[in-house]
């Protein structure tokens, strides 16, 4: 086995039992990224020489004796979480020159746990994308069919661990964009509960939906790269002060007696046939190792995505009003006067995404529209959360498709964003409940991977990380990788 090809488990044994070494390992998927990347287009930036610093002092720290299950293993980071001294741009013009001057603290915890940064991950503009074609640098390109998107918008950092160009990623997820393009390029992503993470240091989106999540490549380093970034921090007011348990624990405990519910309305018209069959199919694999299973209803389930498109960019007019050319990041050299100044700014440092989504925010809080809209909104988020609340009454996790379809083809929804929004439609309900959800492959459809999405209460993060170990022990699908090849 090649050494970009292991798991963050497998190489931590190889690490502990000194059969590898971190600057070996390092140099392994640098020279990945440098022979594939400029097919995959995954990394924004990447930190060549200070990966491999890292990598030499990880193994320092191992020889001191030293031990943690992420020392020396080489990871990416979507690049909208501050980084010091290093370029973090949001994957827009705005910010294509901003170097922070801290890390974010998810950053710092990695840091002391002794990973090994190997650089930042693409993403579509300010997180706010489907497909990664929303960058304003390049689209990054699907490892299974490079004619097609990797999801979004943590795509980059999805399509480096499907290309093996990273043993593990962290990405955010505001809608689905860690559980999407997880599930589009066949890697494991975790979306944890909101408040279970730091969002210091992270750009901000939409603040009362925004969660860091990882992408892996199995279940086991979901909980390994979860373990290290989880618990309170001071600076963020919005984490949970809950006991950080070790995820890895229990986790080969089995799914018998386990009871899974299949919301009704995430089988409904639009979702591929295919994709449906593999979800099905991996629901009776459940069954055959002990879990029972009920059809539950989430009756607001169709008002989730005008819900979300109301409440995330409602959000997203106040965050990115920063914006203005005058403290920081892009400012247009030729203007008449502060309001052109602003005006331009504006106009020329976001992409048409992001100003789509201000100005839809802008207008549902404008006076005489606020209630109609942003605060009706914010009563149906209540339903959609209630109706999670009823079904978990009688289930333990829920399960069903994370996306209605597989990778799309690059081009092919970008001039129409209803269809784009729709590719988030079995995800971004989670978000609005603040709940954890996790994607796992479950199968292939036209030769594309397929996502099988496992839902937990807030705060079980446990629950259905042990029900994917339990799936990925009667399935392959995980282990499937897609085959690069020069040009």
């Known amino acids: 086995m090649e050494l970009h090809e292991l798991t963050i488990h497998e190489a931590s044994s190889l690490l502990r039992k000194e059969e590898i070494s971190s ?40 020889s001191a004796g030293e031990e943690n299950p992420l020392l020396g293993i080489p990871l990416a980071i979507k690049d909208i979480l501050c980084t010091k001294g290093v370029r973090t741009t949001c994957g827009s013009k705005m910010l294509d020159s901003f170097v922070p001057p801290y890390d974010a603290t998810i950053v710092e915890r990695l840091y002391t746990a002794g990973a090994v940064i190997l650089g930042k991950t693409n993403l579509d503009e300010f997180a706010m994308g489907s497909s990664t074609e929303n960058s304003a640098f390049f689209p990054t390109h699907n490892p299974w069919d490079m004619s097609r998107v990797p999801g979004g918008s943590s795509g980059g950092s999805a399509a480096a661990v499907a290309a ?130 009920q059809e539950v209803s989430l009756p607001h389930t169709g008002y989730a995505l005008p819900t979300y498109y109301l409440i995330a960019t409602a959000e997203a007019s106040s965050n990115l009003a920063r ?24 106009q020329y440092g976001f992409g048409s995404e992001v100003k789509r989504r201000i100005m839809l925010g802008t207008y549902a809080l404008s006076a005489g529209y606020y209630d109609a809209y942003y605060l009706k909104a914010q009563k149906v988020r209540t339903l959609i959360k209630q109706d999670f609340d009823a079904a978990f009454e009688h289930c333990d996790v829920l399960v069903a498709p994370t996306s209605p379809s597989v990778a799309f083809r690059i081009g092919e929804k970008v001039t129409d964003p209803l269809q784009m929004y729709l590719s988030d439609i079995f995800t971004l309900s989670l978000n609005l409940a603040g709940l954890c959800g996790v994607s796992v492959p479950c199968g292939f459809s036209q030769g594309l991977p397929v996502g099988l999405q496992i839902i937990g209460r807030p705060f079980d993060e446990a629950g259905i990380l042990r029900a994917a170990y339990a799936y990925q022990q009667i399935s392959d699908w995980h282990k499937r990788h897609p085959q690069l090849t020069h040009k």
């Open 23 to 62: 600057v070996e390992l390092t140099l392994a998927l640098l020279d990945r990224i440098e022979a594939f990347d400029d097919q995959v287009r995954a990394y924004i930036t990447v930190l060549r020489d200070r990966a491999l610093s890292q990598a030499h002092q990880a193994d320092e720290r191992r």
């Open 164 to 293: 093996q160009e990273a043993l593990g990623a962290l990405g955010t997820d505001t809608g689905g964009s860690v559980r999407q393009p997880a599930a589009l390029c066949g890697t494991v992503g975790l979306k944890p509960t909101y408040g279970r993470v730091s969002r210091y240091g992270l750009i901000a989106f939409a603040s009362s939906l925004d969660q860091v999540g990882t992408l892996t490549k199995d279940a086991l380093d979901a909980a390994l790269l979860l373990n290290a970034i989880s618990g309170r921090d001071h600076r963020d007011s919005t984490t949970v002060d809950v006991a950080v348990e070790d995820l890895t624990e229990g986790l080969d405990r089995g799914v018998g007696g386990l009871r899974i519910g299949i919301p009704k309305e995430y089988f409904a018209s639009g979702i591929d046939g295919e994709v449906e069959t593999a979800v099905r199919e991996a629901i009776r694999g459940f069954e055959a190792i002990g879990a029972s299973t």
């Open 323 to 346: 914006y203005d050319g005058v403290k920081y990041g892009y400012a247009h050299p030729q203007s008449t006067d502060i309001w052109d100044h602003y005006r331009k700014t504006r």
